[in-house]
């Protein structure tokens, strides 16, 4: 897919979010970027650069307090050549985009692993 499509899409899915949730999206980089780093991949226990989608780099909302000013944005990178390599039709691929990206950023408002795949799986706790 061409990186400007890919990049529409990303740019949709994050337009596309509830007023309440896009307003609070405060001091946080989106960016697509076509493999992680092995720094990236280090920091989530991952050896192959094919298994990270997407990753969350920062201070989750949660944990932020009055101590929590001039600093770097936080990022949200999406990488495209492993969401297009686990895809094999262009469908698969834009429901995957999405799902990565809302991913991610339910970890910039703190929701960890495990309760992400419980919300994705139904599980209420």
């Keep these: ?3 400007e499509k890919f990049n529409g899409i990303v ?4 337009s596309s979010l509830p007023a309440e949730f896009k307003e609070l999206l405060d001091n946080v980089d989106i960016l697509i970027e076509d493999w992680p780093s092995r720094e990236q991949l280090s920091s989530v226990g991952l050896k192959n650069k ?3 989608l ?3 780099e920062g201070t989750p909302r949660t944990q932020r307090d009055q101590s929590y000013n001039l600093v ?5 990178s999406i990488f ?3 969401l297009e ?4 039709t262009k469908k698969e691929l834009k429901e995957e985009i ?3 990206v809302k991913h991610e950023i339910a970890h910039y408002f703190g929701l960890d692993e495990e309760r992400l795949y419980q919300i994705e799986n139904g599980q209420d706790i």
């Design 1 to 3: 897919m061409l990186a």
């Design 11 to 14: 740019m949709e899915v994050i």
């Design 50 to 52: 094919y298994d990270l």
């Design 54 to 56: 997407g990753l969350y």
């Design 72 to 76: 770097l944005p936080d990022k949200i």
């Design 80 to 82: 495209q050549k492993p």
């Design 85 to 88: 390599a686990q895809c094999t």
């Design 98 to 100: 999405v799902k990565t």
